[in-house]
Nanobody, 125 residues
Framework: QVQLVESGGGLVQPGGSLRLSCAAS????????MGWYRQPYGQQRELVAS???????NYADSVKARFTISRDNAKNTIYLQMNGLKPEDTAHYYC???????????????????WGQGTQVTVSS
């Protein structure tokens, strides 16, 4: 019913930049908060940044002033501009979205979280 597709990961040297994108598609009624999470190998998944449908943002302390999350509501897409990348930013990055799905002409499901498959970001010289 709903798909989140990430793109933009890759290998970059320390100090470099990458831009991640996440597009939501499907039988969507409404999208609320969207965000990026990351999971370094062998560690727990953690919030990187999130953005509400009104544009309010929230960042992990470790990425403030380096990463910027943005959103295009018309395209159901969010972006994560990552500058000043560090080796400790190496992780699998996942897109998350809080979505209501249409299930009839005038009806929709309760809100629930959806996840993308993720994209790998590796910061190494």
């Amino acid at each position: 019913q709903v798909q989140l597709v990430e793109s933009g990961g890759g290998l970059v040297q320390p100090g470099g930049s990458l831009r991640l994108s996440c597009a939501a598609s499907g039988n969507i009624f409404a999208i609320y908060t969207m965000g990026w999470y990351r999971q370094p190998y062998g560690q727990q998944r953690e919030l990187v940044a999130s953005i509400t449908n009104g544009g309010s943002t929230n960042y992990a302390d470790s990425v403030k002033a380096r990463f910027t999350i943005s959103r295009d509501n018309a395209k159901n897409t969010i972006y994560l501009q990552m500058n000043g990348l560090k080796p400790e930013d190496t992780a699998h990055y996942y897109c998350n979205a809080d979505i209501r799905v249409k299930n009839g002409p005038y009806t929709y499901t309760p809100r629930r979280d959806y996840w993308g498959q993720g994209t790998q970001v590796t910061v190494s010289s």
